[in-house]
T-cell receptor, first 109, second 113 residues
């Protein structure tokens, strides 16, 4: 399987919470990241978490890390139309970041 | 001020040509990277480079070569362009090779005809 895996699509209603999941195989990763890419734009670093943390919260964003299961999630509270984008999970390594294939977040009115 | 900039934003060229994409960062970072994003939005690391070491992803053809005139610049040179090279190329930088907190440029969309 892939080193970092994500579902390709997630559809949520405006105002609901979005939860984007990611699994990875390399347990030696010290840092795990979430990036956002809006249409036609570059990648924006949303947040990152150290592997010795379980949770990190930043305004509407909550990152949960289950190191035992190698599972990372990003929760976006009160999802807005401006949150519509591709969200990439990534793990850090000596040769740069390894990305998942990205989750397309679709917001329904 | 733009932290990581790339030129050109769009590049259309014919098969067999040689082209370069420039990248500059004004963040004072030590490490720079090149990534390729294909038509399905899949992102892959191509190179990572600091003033000591170049790490090349083994899947990258040797037609691709990074060139760094100084710490703030990492240009990507591509020889003998092929149709499959069409993609968006992103440059990124990080403070060092350890934190891996990377900041990305806006991307260069390369189209090979």
């Amino acid at each position: 399987g892939e080193d970092v895996e994500q579902s390709l699509f997630l559809s949520v209603r405006e105002g609901d919470s979005s939860v984007i999941n990611c699994t990875y195989t390399d347990s030696s990763s010290t840092y795990l990241y979430w990036y956002k890419q809006e249409p036609g734009a570059g990648l924006q670093l949303l947040t990152y978490i150290f592997s010795n943390m379980d949770m990190k919260q930043d305004q509407r964003l909550t990152v949960l890390l289950n190191k035992k299961d190698k599972h990372l999630s990003l929760r976006i509270a009160d999802t807005q139309t401006g949150d519509s984008a591709i969200y990439f999970c990534a793990r850090g390594g000596a040769d740069g970041l390894t990305f998942g294939k990205g989750t397309h977040l679709i917001i329904q009115p | 001020d733009t932290a990581v900039s790339q030129t050109p934003k769009y590049l259309v060229t014919q098969m067999g040509n040689d082209k370069s994409i420039k990248c500059e960062q004004n963040l004072g970072h030590d490490t720079m990277y090149w990534y390729k994003q294909d038509s399905k939005k899949f992102l892959k690391i191509m190179f990572s480079y600091n003033n000591k070491e170049l790490i090349i992803n083994e899947t990258v053809p040797n037609r691709f070569s990074p060139k760094s005139p100084d710490k703030a610049h990492l240009n990507l040179h591509i020889n003998s362009l092929e149709l499959g090279d069409s993609a968006v190329y992103f440059c990124a930088s990080s403070p060092d090779g350890q934190t891996y907190e990377q900041y990305f440029g806006p991307g260069t969309r390369l189209t090979v005809t």
